[in-house]
């Protein structure tokens, strides 16, 4: 078992600039289904990615690879053409809520949103937008979704994870692959690795992921890294202390973040006494929260949680 | 991005938002020569003189070179003091607030220089109010938020008396309804012509939010006047950056000389820079990884410089712009470089890394930690420099390491 995606997840890639591309082949290489892209005007052409292949990633493969995607002007056209059932876009900021809304109406069950920079305005109407419907959003300004050893969405470094009994969510990309390498090297390796993102208007929150994980038979234990700003992380410690069975590990950043300063996150701001590390690290560890002294100490941190 | 309040007036203004009269001057003569005009216009004879700076707490803020002067100031000379005690008045006050350091609640101890000040008509209160139009993170909706305790510290009355603050949450695809406007009216105790001139403003409040792409709409205090007028008396607006793309007219609003000439560089570059107090620069990439690097900084007993993130897609250039910045705060006694690359290529920071002590040569200890794509190529890159750099393999050891070093 895994959450969110996994061997059977399909994946088509909306917004096919450098970056995208890049990644792309990265998820390809890894050994994600990536079946299709999306671009308004470059509609019936045939984008060839090829290299050698990571084996990290999933299992008995060939040594090389070379995946040839279908270009299609809309999404729908390339769901019902490739039967696609998830979403990564890179779209630029202007135009990536929209994006996002055109995935949702494609029916697709998972839109893994990386772009950062997204108008606040923006996300409010797509999130709003996406209310009455099936399609889950993680992100924006994430790293995306991975399932190690089936599905990689995203831009994380896919050599760092491996397959294991620990459930990965957090708001800051860097800090997740910290956890992540973390679990790697002690052996406790990872279920999925869920990137929320650092935006103050996300698809995904806390404690949607902490609800999965707790209902994934595989999944054993959770680390959740949060940051300053908004109360997300409180609202996680009461679902924890109330609802999980399972041990969780936590890491909150911007411990010494001034307040009113925006700490690179849009999201990371301490305004008005409010959204404070020192209360968001005091209701995580009043919830049973095993709490990590420095990010170096994550990995340590859960195997302590499971005893 | 923050704008001050003479700006924030001037959008209101122009969206039918009732706000005093008022002009800005950046000089005495100017404050002056605006004292007739207004009297005349108003048809008051008095007038306030506001300090203008990126931060609250004015009116009971005072200046380092005069302390018993304020940050805003009532001139009653041009009720009975004839011709001229306005302006006489106003051009003694203007002379001493402008290029004079204003220290307030909001400001910090070191204050902020007053370039400008702000002339407005004298208004006659009936009543204080507060009225903000903000994110509500928990909803992922802008709320309108109300209170009858104006003039106060809205952080306070929430925590103390928090069943005196109302709210409203706007469905983006509806604005505020009728129907919100008039139970805020009705919650603020209002009725008649005064209910009427509230509903109006913050339905106008709630288009301009949309409109302009605020993160926040601050008016503390909201009046009623004894003409039963709901006016903005203050105003603060601040903007999403991430929006202002789509509005040139807003970013050309930007006061550089409110901001701290190293971040303001930063940003020019791309990158995201804070400066602390600290003695440790810090090159980071992702802003959880930064904050969490200035973190254990402090915890292995050091202080850090800078929060620094360059992001995911920064290019050689602005880690070069990013080494400059760091290594031209005089009060940093070491650098700490902590990657992990997912976006970010760990060769691309190495390669801006070198390039950038060639460029400006490194005089303090330098720890660099690399880890995630491209990772070999990156330590590669930097053993081949013959760079003295110390190589850390975890976040916690490149901490100690930078911090016994200093």
Avoid: W
Wanted: hydrophobic share 40%; aromatic share 4%.
């Amino acid at each position: 078992m895994s959450i969110l995606v996994g061997k059977d997840t399909r994946v088509l890639i909306q917004g096919m600039g450098k970056t995208g591309q890049f990644h792309t082949d990265k998820a390809i290489a890894y050994g994600t289904q990536m079946v299709a892209a999306v671009h308004p005007s470059r509609s019936g052409a045939i984008a060839r990615f090829e290299g050698e292949t990571d084996h990290s990633g999933v299992p008995g493969r060939d040594d090389t690879y070379s995946v040839d995607l279908p270009v299609f002007a809309t999404v729908k056209q390339a769901v019902s053409e490739t039967g696609a059932n998830a979403s990564v876009v890179y779209v630029p900021p202007p135009f990536a809520a929209d994006a996002i809304m055109e995935a949702a109406a494609a029916g697709l069950d998972l839109v893994v949103a990386i772009t950062e920079g997204v108008p606040v305005a923006d996300m409010i109407k797509a999130k709003r937008y996406l209310a009455d419907k099936p399609t889950r959003l993680v992100g924006p300004n994430c790293p995306g979704v991975i399932t190690p050893g089936e599905c990689k969405i995203g831009i994380m470094p896919g050599y760092i994870h491996e397959r294991g009994r620990i459930g990965v969510v957090s708001r800051s990309g860097t800090l997740t692959y910290e956890a992540v390498y973390q679990l790697t090297l002690n052996g406790l390796g990872q279920t999925t690795a869920v990137g929320i993102g650092g935006d103050p208007v996300n698809g995904t929150n806390f404690v949607d992921m902490l609800r999965m994980f707790e209902d994934d038979a595989e999944t054993e234990g959770v680390i959740m890294i949060g940051e300053i700003g908004g109360t997300a992380e409180e609202e996680a410690a009461e679902f924890v202390a109330s609802e999980m069975s399972k041990p969780v590990a936590g890491f909150i950043a911007g411990t010494t973040a001034p307040p009113g300063k925006r700490m690179g996150h849009a999201g990371a701001i301490v305004s008005g006494g409010k959204g404070t590390a020192a209360a968001k690290i005091q209701a995580m560890r009043k919830a049973g929260i095993v709490m990590a002294e420095t990010p170096t100490d994550m990995g340590e941190a859960m195997a302590r949680a499971l005893g | 991005m923050k704008i001050h309040e003479y700006q924030a007036k001037g959008l209101m203004a122009a969206r039918g938002i009732p706000v005093p009269l008022g002009q800005p001057a950046t000089t005495v003569e100017e404050a002056v020569a605006a004292v007739r005009p207004l009297i005349e216009g108003s048809g008051n004879p008095v007038v306030v003189l506001k300090a203008q700076i990126h931060a609250g707490g004015r009116g009971k803020g005072t200046f380092r070179e005069s302390p018993d002067l304020r940050g805003v100031n009532v001139i009653t000379e041009g009720i009975e003091g004839g011709p001229g005690a306005a302006e006489e008045k106003v051009g003694e006050l203007a002379a001493r607030m402008l290029g004079s350091t204003l220290v307030t609640v909001q400001t910090g101890p070191e204050g902020k220089v007053v370039n400008r000040v702000y002339l407005e008509q004298g208004i006659d209160i009936a009543s204080e109010l507060y009225l903000a139009v903000l994110l509500d993170r928990t909803v992922s909706r802008n709320i309108v938020m109300a209170s009858t305790e104006g003039g106060m510290e809205i952080e306070k009355v929430a925590e103390e008396t928090p069943e005196k603050i109302l709210r409203q949450e706007i469905d983006p695809a509806i604005g505020l309804a009728d129907f919100q406007a008039n139970e805020l009216a009705v919650g603020l105790g209002m009725d008649g012509d005064t209910a009427r001139s509230f509903i109006r403003f913050v339905k106008a409040l709630d288009r301009a939010a949309t409109e302009l792409d605020t993160d926040l709409i601050e008016i503390n205090p909201l009046v009623v006047t004894t003409g039963s007028l709901v006016m903005a008396l203050d105003g603060k607006m601040a903007f999403d950056d991430n929006a202002l793309f789509r509005h040139p007219d807003i970013a050309a609003m930007r006061d550089e000389s409110e901001e701290d000439p190293a971040e303001l560089a930063a940003k020019e570059a791309g990158l995201n820079y804070i400066k602390l107090d600290g003695t440790i620069g810090c090159l980071v990439n992702g802003a959880g990884l930064a904050m969490a690097t200035m973190d254990t900084i402090k915890h292995v007993g050091g202080e850090p410089a800078n929060f620094l993130d360059v992001g995911g897609g920064a290019d050689e250039e602005q880690v070069t712009t990013a080494f400059q910045i760091i290594t031209s705060d005089p009060t940093v006694k070491g650098i700490f470089v902590n990657i992990f690359g997912g976006i970010m290529r760990c060769d691309v920071i190495a390669t801006g890394i070198v390039a950038a002590v060639k460029k400006v040569g490194l005089t303090v200890p330098l720890v660099v930690r690399l880890e995630g794509t491209n990772v070999e190529k990156g330590e590669e890159i930097i053993r081949q420099s013959g760079l003295d750099v110390v190589a850390a393999d975890s976040l916690k050891d490149g901490a100690e390491k930078i911090v016994e070093l200093v």
